[in-house]
T-cell receptor, first 115, second 113 residues
Framework: DAGITQSPRHKVTETGTPVTLRCHQT?????MYWYRQDPGHGLRLIHY???????DKGEVSDGYSVSRSKTEDFLLTLESATSSQTSVYFC??????????????FGPGTRLLVL | GESVGLHLPTLSVQEGDNSIINCAYS??????FIWYKQESGKGPQFIID?????DKRQGQRVTVLLNKTVKHLSLQIAATQPGDSAVYFC????????????FGGGTRLMVKP
């Protein structure tokens, strides 16, 4: 998993509670991403970060916030979880590849169930 | 908006046969493409990539072909094995500032013993 860990790996929570997911990388790459994966929708970008304290919204950012206070950690927070946020969440890092391309590598995922 | 898509949601092949998974893209500005493999309960795993200045790239048992004229990408797996059973995604990068990828919906490859 390219030195990427996610915690927790599984989480069950109730509607209205806050939830924070953590992504940790060991290689100090600049770009980090949070995706959600749902049947019929594939991978959709929630937020991404291009450096410490530098973040931007993705395709499905409503209801989510992120923070990056250290290069190695990227946190995803659901301020008040809803059932529609039940999903599998993947973190990814962008690693320089051939030429000017950058390849994304993914963590193992977090399964979140909101009851 | 422009997106990456796949022609077949499920592909079933016999063990030992070759597999071909296809992907169509519509963004002519895309200059980098990646194939991922995702096994059940795991994160997507990088398989092979190709830049737009290439037509073909080979890896171990896998080959990616890029046809820019018709905006088509394919992944060929030689001598398909049961361990190749998974969902395969293509992804494109348009060279945007955030290095963001656009993903296809995925094709499930099932290998029959």
């Amino acid at each position: 998993d390219a030195g990427i860990t996610q915690s927790p790996r599984h989480k069950v929570t109730e509607t209205g509670t806050p939830v924070t997911l953590r992504c940790h990388q060991t290689e100090n790459h600049r770009y980090m991403y949070w995706y959600r994966q749902d049947p019929g929708h594939g991978l959709r970008l929630i937020h991404y970060s291009y450096g410490v304290k530098d973040t931007d919204k993705g395709e499905v950012s409503d209801g989510y916030s992120v923070s990056r206070s250290k290069t190695e950690d990227f946190l995803l927070t659901l301020e008040s979880a809803t059932s529609s946020q039940t999903s599998v969440y993947f973190c990814a890092i962008s690693v320089p590849g051939p030429g000017a391309s950058e390849t994304q590598y993914f963590g193992p995922g977090t399964r979140l169930l909101v009851l | 908006g422009e997106s990456v898509g796949l022609h077949l949601p499920t592909l079933s092949v016999q063990e030992g046969d070759n597999s071909i998974i296809n992907c169509a893209y519509s963004n002519s500005a895309s200059d980098y493409f990646i194939w991922y493999k995702q096994e059940s309960g795991k994160g997507p795993q990088f398989i092979i990539d190709i830049r737009s200045n290439m037509d073909k790239r080979q890896g171990q048992r896998v080959t990616v072909l890029l046809n820019k004229t018709v905006k088509h990408l394919s992944l060929q797996i030689a001598a398909t094995q049961p361990g190749d059973s998974a969902v395969y995604f293509c992804a494109e990068n348009t060279g945007n500032a955030g290095n963001m990828l656009t993903f296809g919906g995925g094709t499930r490859l099932m290998v029959k013993p």
